[in-house]
């Protein structure tokens, strides 16, 4: 008889698959998961990410505010007297801003010596200088920087408005959004005369109550000729620490949609400098029982207007208010040199009386109080 073959036992499984590589995955559920669980962290770190991001510029923000401030009050200290936010000729031809006289302070000696003081600011030579970007002038969150141009995000401290050629020479008045025309008098004094054609004979004159109300008025140029108006640091009767010098506006300085230069170097008013609104005085007159500071940072139409961060809504080159996308305030900064975040909710007259300079020594309807302490 033949040998009966055994046969042999089966491999063993890992044997079996011997040869050919693993498959290892997720499932499509596993992965699924796995998406969801990211997007709930990436969901919560990334407003992290921008608060913190937002915070950065911010800081930036108000050192580039707090170098400015010390580059001011440089020129305070060397010149007895704080510069005019802006220079016309007698004959109201556009010459330069408060930034031309700190150019060699910011450290940009080099557009000092190109801009021309005898010639107004529409010279060519002058509008090319213009149309330089300086850092320090900016603020990162300003949404209307524009490559190659003037951009400007800082403003000075102008009170109630600006002095106007009409209907009389040196004559305050004051920018309404609404106006017809936006540009009108005011009489501060209260005794129904605006721009009086003749010398005003009144105990407390506007012009006075023009002074005690704002930091940096328009003079004309060449000094000495036409208007002379400017604070030093003992005339700020309410206190350095208690009046503010610069505040942002995210609506100041080059305007895309106006012709010519118009930013840092521009010297019409609502370019480079901030305004109390005059709405704190009924119809342009501030009597008796017409002044209300409510109404200077008023939610109320058509107050509201003109409030903090109000221009934010507005056209640029058209809201010289307050405004920056930092929240819900704007950084300034005082006549003394420090750096605040001040509130869009701040009471009005708490806001009025730290523009107002000299407001604590007025009598009668504007008379303010000097406001301590934290706002």
């Known amino acids: 008889m033949g040998r009966v073959r055994t046969p042999s036992p ?14 290892w995955g997720f499932t499509l559920v596993e992965l699924l998961v796995v998406i969801s669980i990211l997007s709930v962290l990436l969901a919560l770190l990334l407003p992290a990410v921008m608060a913190s991001r937002a915070a950065a510029r911010r800081v930036e923000c108000q050192n580039n505010q707090q170098n400015l401030a010390v580059v001011m009050l440089s020129e305070v200290d060397a010149k007895r007297r704080f510069p005019a936010s802006g220079h016309f000729s007698i004959r109201g031809v556009p010459h330069h801003t408060w930034i031309v006289s700190l150019l060699a302070g910011l450290e940009r000696a080099d557009l000092a010596e190109r801009w021309d003081l005898e010639q107004p600011s529409h010279d ?10 300086i850092p320090i002038l900016v603020c990162p969150d300003d949404d209307s920087i524009q490559p190659g141009q003037g951009n400007l995000s800082y403003v000075v401290n102008g009170g109630f408005g600006w002095t106007h050629a009409s209907p009389a020479p040196d004559c305050p008045s004051a920018f309404h959004v609404l106006g017809f025309p936006p540009v009108q008098p005011i009489d501060l004094n209260g005794n129904g005369v605006a721009c009086p054609s003749g010398p005003e004979t009144d105990k407390v004159t506007d012009k006075e109550l023009f002074f005690r109300t704002g930091l940096f008025f328009l003079e004309n140029w060449p000094y000495g000729t036409g208007t002379v108006r400017h604070h030093t640091a003992e005339t700020v009767l309410d206190g350095l620490s208690s009046t503010l010098m610069f505040s942002e506006n995210v609506r100041a300085g080059y305007d895309p949609y106006s012709a010519g230069a118009t930013g840092w170097s521009c010297p019409f008013a609502w370019r480079h400098s901030f305004f109390l ?7 342009g007159r501030c009597g008796a029982g017409r ?9 109320r139409h058509p107050y509201a207007l003109e409030a903090i961060n109000a221009g934010l809504t507005q056209a640029e080159g058209e809201a010289p208010w307050p405004s920056s996308y930092h929240g819900d305030g704007v950084n300034v900064v005082f006549a003394d040199g420090h750096v605040h975040f001040l509130s869009e909710k701040i009471d009005g007259p708490v806001y009025s009386s730290l523009v107002s300079p000299a407001g604590a020594s007025i009598e009668g309807p504007l008379k303010q109080v000097v406001v301590p302490g934290e706002y």
Do not use: H, K, M, W
């Open 291 to 299: 002044v209300d500071y409510d109404r200077a940072n008023s939610r």
């Open 124 to 133: 060519p030579q002058n509008q090319t200088v213009a149309t330089t970007s």
């Open 10 to 23: 089966p491999a063993p499984l890992a044997q079996a698959g011997e040869g050919r590589g693993r498959r």
């Open 277 to 283: 609104s005059s709405y704190v005085c009924q119809d």
